[in-house]
Protein backbone atom coordinates (compact mmCIF):
# COMPACT_ATOMS: atom_id res chain seq x y z
CA UNK A 1 0.00 0.00 0.00
CA UNK A 2 2.36 3.13 -1.42
CA UNK A 3 -0.50 4.93 -2.70
CA UNK A 4 -1.05 8.73 -0.50
CA UNK A 5 -3.67 10.93 -1.05
CA UNK A 6 -1.44 13.87 0.33
CA UNK A 7 0.39 14.15 -2.81
CA UNK A 8 -2.76 14.39 -4.61
CA UNK A 9 -5.52 16.15 -2.40
CA UNK A 10 -6.84 18.93 -4.14
CA UNK A 11 -6.06 18.01 -7.77
CA UNK A 12 -8.75 18.18 -10.82
CA UNK A 13 -9.75 14.98 -10.10
CA UNK A 14 -10.12 15.55 -6.41
CA UNK A 15 -12.47 18.70 -7.27
CA UNK A 16 -14.68 16.67 -10.16
CA UNK A 17 -15.04 14.09 -7.43
CA UNK A 18 -16.16 16.53 -4.67
CA UNK A 19 -18.23 18.67 -6.48
CA UNK A 20 -20.31 16.26 -7.62
CA UNK A 21 -20.55 14.17 -4.73
CA UNK A 22 -21.58 17.41 -2.81
CA UNK A 23 -24.46 17.93 -5.66
CA UNK A 24 -25.89 14.16 -4.83
CA UNK A 25 -25.78 14.46 -0.74
CA UNK A 26 -27.77 17.62 -1.18
CA UNK A 27 -30.02 16.31 -3.65
CA UNK A 28 -30.65 13.15 -1.24
CA UNK A 29 -31.34 15.07 1.27
CA UNK A 30 -33.93 16.99 -0.49
CA UNK A 31 -36.52 14.34 1.18
CA UNK A 32 -36.95 14.60 4.93
CA UNK A 33 -35.93 11.11 6.04
CA UNK A 34 -32.50 10.41 7.08
CA UNK A 35 -29.45 9.66 4.42
CA UNK A 36 -26.36 7.20 5.03
CA UNK A 37 -23.02 7.42 3.56
CA UNK A 38 -20.42 4.83 2.99
CA UNK A 39 -16.65 6.19 2.13
CA UNK A 40 -15.00 2.55 1.07
CA UNK A 41 -11.83 4.15 0.91
CA UNK A 42 -11.76 7.42 3.15
CA UNK A 43 -8.19 8.67 3.28
CA UNK A 44 -7.28 10.14 6.05
CA UNK A 45 -9.67 12.69 5.98
CA UNK A 46 -7.52 16.45 5.95
CA UNK A 47 -4.22 17.22 4.04
CA UNK A 48 -2.00 19.75 4.29
CA UNK A 49 -1.31 21.27 1.59
CA UNK A 50 2.02 22.54 3.03
CA UNK A 51 2.72 19.50 4.47
CA UNK A 52 6.21 17.50 2.54
CA UNK A 53 3.78 15.36 0.00
CA UNK A 54 1.43 18.37 -0.86
CA UNK A 55 4.19 20.73 -1.60
CA UNK A 56 6.56 18.44 -3.37
CA UNK A 57 3.79 17.63 -6.52
CA UNK A 58 1.40 20.62 -5.79
CA UNK A 59 -1.20 19.08 -8.16
CA UNK A 60 -3.38 21.04 -6.09
CA UNK A 61 -2.41 24.51 -7.29
CA UNK A 62 -3.66 22.96 -10.55
CA UNK A 63 -6.96 22.08 -9.12
CA UNK A 64 -8.89 23.72 -6.13
CA UNK A 65 -5.90 26.65 -6.50
CA UNK A 66 -7.77 27.92 -9.03
CA UNK A 67 -10.81 27.76 -8.07
CA UNK A 68 -10.27 29.65 -4.59
CA UNK A 69 -10.82 32.98 -5.88
CA UNK A 70 -13.49 33.71 -7.97
CA UNK A 71 -14.69 30.69 -8.35
CA UNK A 72 -17.46 30.28 -11.33
CA UNK A 73 -21.09 30.37 -10.85
CA UNK A 74 -21.25 26.04 -10.65
CA UNK A 75 -18.64 25.58 -8.43
CA UNK A 76 -19.33 28.65 -6.04
CA UNK A 77 -21.03 26.25 -3.39
CA UNK A 78 -18.70 23.58 -3.12
CA UNK A 79 -16.08 26.20 -2.68
CA UNK A 80 -17.81 27.96 -0.27
CA UNK A 81 -18.07 24.62 1.31
CA UNK A 82 -14.08 23.61 1.17
CA UNK A 83 -13.35 27.19 2.45
CA UNK A 84 -15.43 27.08 5.29
CA UNK A 85 -13.62 23.72 6.22
CA UNK A 86 -10.36 25.12 5.64
CA UNK A 87 -10.75 27.52 8.03
CA UNK A 88 -11.83 25.48 10.95
CA UNK A 89 -9.43 22.59 9.81
CA UNK A 90 -6.02 25.43 10.26
CA UNK A 91 -6.06 25.58 6.32
CA UNK A 92 -5.91 21.99 5.87
CA UNK A 93 -7.98 20.93 2.86
CA UNK A 94 -10.84 18.34 3.27
CA UNK A 95 -10.93 14.95 2.07
CA UNK A 96 -14.02 13.07 1.31
CA UNK A 97 -15.27 11.76 4.74
CA UNK A 98 -14.50 15.70 6.15
CA UNK A 99 -16.81 17.00 3.42
CA UNK A 100 -19.68 14.72 3.32
CA UNK A 101 -19.54 15.35 7.49
CA UNK A 102 -20.09 19.12 6.85
CA UNK A 103 -22.89 18.26 4.80
CA UNK A 104 -24.75 15.90 7.40
CA UNK A 105 -28.03 17.01 9.37
CA UNK A 106 -29.12 15.41 12.78
CA UNK A 107 -30.53 12.01 12.25
CA UNK A 108 -27.84 11.28 9.13
CA UNK A 109 -24.52 8.92 9.38
CA UNK A 110 -20.92 8.48 7.30
CA UNK A 111 -19.41 5.19 7.43
CA UNK A 112 -15.87 5.38 6.74
CA UNK A 113 -13.32 2.35 5.85
CA UNK A 114 -9.66 2.84 5.32
CA UNK A 115 -6.95 0.16 5.66
CA UNK A 116 -3.78 1.78 5.41
CA UNK A 117 -2.67 2.25 9.19
CA UNK A 118 -1.43 5.72 9.16
CA UNK A 119 -4.11 7.35 7.27
CA UNK A 120 -6.64 5.37 9.35
CA UNK A 121 -5.62 6.71 12.52
CA UNK A 122 -5.93 10.03 11.49
CA UNK A 123 -9.36 9.94 10.28
CA UNK A 124 -10.17 7.59 13.39
CA UNK A 125 -8.51 10.87 15.49
CA UNK A 126 -10.68 13.38 13.31
CA UNK A 127 -14.14 11.66 14.11
CA UNK A 128 -13.03 10.92 18.04
CA UNK A 129 -16.28 10.98 19.98
CA UNK A 130 -18.73 11.77 17.05
CA UNK A 131 -21.51 9.48 16.63
CA UNK A 132 -22.54 10.95 13.46
CA UNK A 133 -19.33 9.10 12.00
CA UNK A 134 -17.88 5.58 11.93
CA UNK A 135 -14.43 5.04 11.12
CA UNK A 136 -13.44 1.15 10.43
CA UNK A 137 -10.02 -0.41 9.72
CA UNK A 138 -10.81 -2.86 7.27
CA UNK A 139 -10.79 -3.32 3.62
CA UNK A 140 -13.48 -1.25 1.73
CA UNK A 141 -13.93 -3.97 -1.00
CA UNK A 142 -14.96 -6.69 1.85
CA UNK A 143 -17.14 -4.00 3.72
CA UNK A 144 -18.74 -3.47 0.43
CA UNK A 145 -20.68 -7.01 0.87
CA UNK A 146 -20.93 -7.10 4.71
CA UNK A 147 -22.00 -3.56 5.48
CA UNK A 148 -24.92 -3.11 2.73
CA UNK A 149 -27.35 -2.12 3.23
CA UNK A 150 -27.01 0.67 5.17
CA UNK A 151 -28.79 1.88 7.62
CA UNK A 152 -30.92 4.04 7.13
CA UNK A 153 -31.61 2.66 3.38
CA UNK A 154 -31.49 5.96 2.02
CA UNK A 155 -28.27 7.29 0.61
CA UNK A 156 -25.07 6.75 -1.04
CA UNK A 157 -22.04 4.74 -1.56
CA UNK A 158 -18.60 6.66 -2.61
CA UNK A 159 -16.13 3.62 -3.95
CA UNK A 160 -12.43 5.86 -4.44
CA UNK A 161 -9.68 3.09 -4.34
CA UNK A 162 -6.01 3.98 -5.08
CA UNK A 163 -5.78 2.14 -8.76
CA UNK A 164 -2.07 0.87 -7.50
CA UNK A 165 -2.47 -2.65 -8.32
CA UNK A 166 -4.01 -4.08 -12.10
CA UNK A 167 -6.96 -5.11 -12.17
CA UNK A 168 -8.62 -2.48 -10.40
CA UNK A 169 -11.19 -1.46 -13.28
CA UNK A 170 -12.56 -5.42 -13.17
CA UNK A 171 -12.36 -4.97 -9.14
CA UNK A 172 -14.57 -2.28 -9.63
CA UNK A 173 -17.08 -3.38 -12.12
CA UNK A 174 -17.89 -6.54 -9.56
CA UNK A 175 -17.85 -4.21 -6.64
CA UNK A 176 -20.47 -1.98 -8.07
CA UNK A 177 -22.31 -4.99 -9.20
CA UNK A 178 -22.42 -6.44 -5.60
CA UNK A 179 -23.00 -3.33 -4.13
CA UNK A 180 -26.43 -3.03 -5.80
CA UNK A 181 -27.30 -6.15 -5.42
CA UNK A 182 -27.10 -5.39 -1.91
CA UNK A 183 -28.01 -2.08 -1.96
CA UNK A 184 -30.81 -1.58 -5.19
CA UNK A 185 -31.66 1.44 -3.53
CA UNK A 186 -28.65 3.51 -2.93
CA UNK A 187 -27.23 5.76 -5.26
CA UNK A 188 -23.81 4.42 -5.91
CA UNK A 189 -20.25 6.91 -7.37
CA UNK A 190 -17.08 5.58 -7.91
CA UNK A 191 -13.93 7.89 -9.24
CA UNK A 192 -11.34 6.66 -12.21
CA UNK A 193 -8.27 7.60 -13.49
CA UNK A 194 -8.07 8.19 -16.84
CA UNK A 195 -4.91 7.71 -18.56
CA UNK A 196 -5.11 5.85 -21.63
CA UNK A 197 -8.48 5.44 -23.68
CA UNK A 198 -8.36 1.93 -23.75
CA UNK A 199 -8.80 0.22 -20.02
CA UNK A 200 -11.57 3.11 -19.39
CA UNK A 201 -13.51 2.04 -22.98
CA UNK A 202 -12.81 -1.89 -21.61
CA UNK A 203 -14.61 -0.76 -18.10
CA UNK A 204 -17.63 1.26 -20.25
CA UNK A 205 -17.69 -2.03 -21.95
CA UNK A 206 -17.97 -4.45 -19.09
CA UNK A 207 -20.44 -1.95 -17.16
CA UNK A 208 -22.55 -1.99 -20.60
CA UNK A 209 -22.37 -6.07 -20.97
CA UNK A 210 -23.17 -6.64 -17.42
CA UNK A 211 -26.05 -6.25 -14.64
CA UNK A 212 -25.63 -2.92 -12.87
CA UNK A 213 -28.17 -0.73 -13.87
CA UNK A 214 -28.79 3.05 -14.45
CA UNK A 215 -25.28 3.99 -14.97
CA UNK A 216 -23.90 7.19 -16.33
CA UNK A 217 -19.95 8.73 -16.19
CA UNK A 218 -19.27 12.30 -15.70
CA UNK A 219 -15.55 12.76 -17.44
CA UNK A 220 -13.28 15.24 -17.36
CA UNK A 221 -10.03 15.30 -19.86
CA UNK A 222 -6.78 17.90 -19.21
CA UNK A 223 -5.85 16.77 -22.95
CA UNK A 224 -5.85 13.47 -25.14
CA UNK A 225 -5.65 10.14 -22.86
CA UNK A 226 -2.78 8.66 -24.76
CA UNK A 227 0.07 8.40 -22.34
CA UNK A 228 -0.67 6.09 -19.83
CA UNK A 229 1.98 7.54 -17.84
CA UNK A 230 -0.13 10.60 -17.04
CA UNK A 231 -3.24 11.67 -15.33
CA UNK A 232 -5.10 12.93 -18.17
CA UNK A 233 -8.53 12.99 -16.89
CA UNK A 234 -10.64 11.42 -14.29
CA UNK A 235 -14.18 9.87 -14.65
CA UNK A 236 -16.92 10.18 -11.50
CA UNK A 237 -19.50 6.83 -12.26
CA UNK A 238 -22.81 7.19 -10.85
CA UNK A 239 -25.48 4.52 -10.83
CA UNK A 240 -29.40 5.85 -10.43
CA UNK A 241 -28.30 9.17 -10.42
CA UNK A 242 -31.01 11.31 -9.02
CA UNK A 243 -33.58 13.13 -10.96
CA UNK A 244 -31.68 16.45 -12.55
CA UNK A 245 -28.05 14.59 -12.24
CA UNK A 246 -27.59 15.50 -16.13
CA UNK A 247 -27.95 19.01 -15.83
CA UNK A 248 -26.09 19.96 -12.69
CA UNK A 249 -23.34 17.75 -13.78
CA UNK A 250 -23.01 19.02 -17.18
CA UNK A 251 -23.00 22.76 -15.70
CA UNK A 252 -19.97 21.11 -13.10
CA UNK A 253 -18.05 19.74 -15.66
CA UNK A 254 -17.89 22.67 -17.93
CA UNK A 255 -17.23 25.08 -15.34
CA UNK A 256 -14.15 22.73 -14.29
CA UNK A 257 -13.22 22.04 -17.78
CA UNK A 258 -13.40 25.95 -18.40
CA UNK A 259 -11.25 26.75 -15.35
CA UNK A 260 -8.99 23.97 -15.11
CA UNK A 261 -8.38 23.16 -18.86
CA UNK A 262 -4.58 23.73 -19.64
CA UNK A 263 -4.93 24.43 -23.62
CA UNK A 264 -4.62 21.35 -24.29
CA UNK A 265 -5.39 19.43 -27.67
CA UNK A 266 -8.26 17.01 -26.08
CA UNK A 267 -9.51 18.47 -23.36
CA UNK A 268 -13.02 19.01 -22.53
CA UNK A 269 -15.49 16.84 -20.77
CA UNK A 270 -18.13 14.33 -21.88
CA UNK A 271 -21.48 12.92 -19.85
CA UNK A 272 -21.91 9.51 -21.02
CA UNK A 273 -25.18 7.44 -20.29
CA UNK A 274 -22.95 3.73 -20.32
CA UNK A 275 -26.45 1.31 -19.12
CA UNK A 276 -30.29 2.38 -18.48
CA UNK A 277 -32.86 1.84 -15.90
C1 LIG B 1 -7.89 7.84 -3.47
S1 LIG B 1 -7.63 7.64 -1.77
C2 LIG B 1 -9.20 8.03 -1.15
C3 LIG B 1 -9.39 9.37 -0.68
C4 LIG B 1 -10.72 9.78 -0.14
N1 LIG B 1 -11.86 9.09 -0.68
C5 LIG B 1 -10.83 11.25 -0.43
O1 LIG B 1 -11.20 11.61 -1.56
O2 LIG B 1 -10.53 12.03 0.45
C6 LIG B 1 -7.69 5.90 -1.57
C7 LIG B 1 -7.51 5.43 -0.13
O3 LIG B 1 -7.82 4.04 -0.06
C8 LIG B 1 -6.96 3.43 0.89
N2 LIG B 1 -7.01 1.99 0.59
C9 LIG B 1 -6.26 1.26 -0.26
N3 LIG B 1 -6.73 0.00 -0.34
C10 LIG B 1 -7.81 -0.06 0.49
C11 LIG B 1 -8.75 -1.07 0.81
N4 LIG B 1 -8.67 -2.30 0.27
N5 LIG B 1 -9.77 -0.78 1.66
C12 LIG B 1 -9.86 0.46 2.21
N6 LIG B 1 -9.00 1.46 1.95
C13 LIG B 1 -8.00 1.21 1.09
C14 LIG B 1 -5.65 4.12 0.68
O4 LIG B 1 -4.83 4.01 1.82
C15 LIG B 1 -6.08 5.56 0.40
O5 LIG B 1 -6.12 6.31 1.59
Redesign the pocket.
Known amino acids: ?1 N ?3 AY ?2 GNFG ?1 CL ?2 ALLMWLVERLQRKERPIAVF ?7 AYDFGSTEGMRIGEWKEGIGRLLSDPPVALAAYVALVQEIMQDAEGAF ?4 LLVRRLLRPGDRLVC ?4 PE ?1 YASLKRRFAGDRQVAVHH ?4 E ?1 LKAILPLEPRRGLV ?1 I ?3 Y ?1 EPGEFARLAAGLGAAQQRFPTGVLAA ?1 YPIKHRAPVRDFHEALAAGRLKDVVTAELYLREPTDPARLNGAGLLVARPPYEFAPAARAILDALSERLGQGEPGGGAALLRITGG
Open positions: MYRHHADKQDTHAGAGPGTPCELHERDGWALDPPEW
